[in-house]
């Protein structure tokens, strides 16, 4: 099983921008098709964004796709999430996430997805 690390998070204003980054460990040759989701307390976990190992498909929640963009290196393991025009409705931990399979018709719900990362903080203040 892989381990996912995010980073990135932070304080930040509305309007402003993120790049979060998930490093996969150790580096794999799988085909991972990989996630994020977020998280605020006492809700459910919630699917952003999901990318396909090829980069062929990716899949966005209606409420950020405006605004989210998910890219990966392949080379490097690592996959982004590009967030532009922070709100304070997105502060929550971002959690970045690994699948095994190259697409499912319940992506959107955590218990399909295989690996977790320890998730990262983004804060959006007005």
């Known amino acids: 099983q892989v381990q996912l690390v995010e980073s990135g998070g932070g304080s930040v204003q509305t309007g402003d921008s993120l790049r979060l980054s998930c490093a996969i460990s150790?580096?794999?040759?799988?085909?991972?098709?990989m996630g994020w989701f977020r998280q605020t307390p006492g809700k459910e976990r919630e699917f952003t964004a999901a990318l396909s190992w090829d980069a062929g498909k990716t899949y966005y929640a209606d409420s950020v796709k405006d605004r989210f963009t998910m890219f990966r290196d392949n080379v490097k393991n690592i996959t982004y999430l590009q967030i532009i025009n922070l709100k304070p409705e997105d502060t929550a931990v971002y959690y970045c996430?690994?699948?095994?399979?190259?697409?499912?018709?319940?992506?959107?719900?955590?218990?399909?997805?295989?690996?977790w990362g320890q998730g990262t903080q983004v804060t959006v203040s007005s």
């Open positions: 996430t690994a699948a095994r399979w190259a697409s499912h018709s319940d992506y959107k719900a955590p218990r399909t997805w295989n690996s």
């Open positions: 150790p580096p794999t040759s799988t085909r991972y098709t």
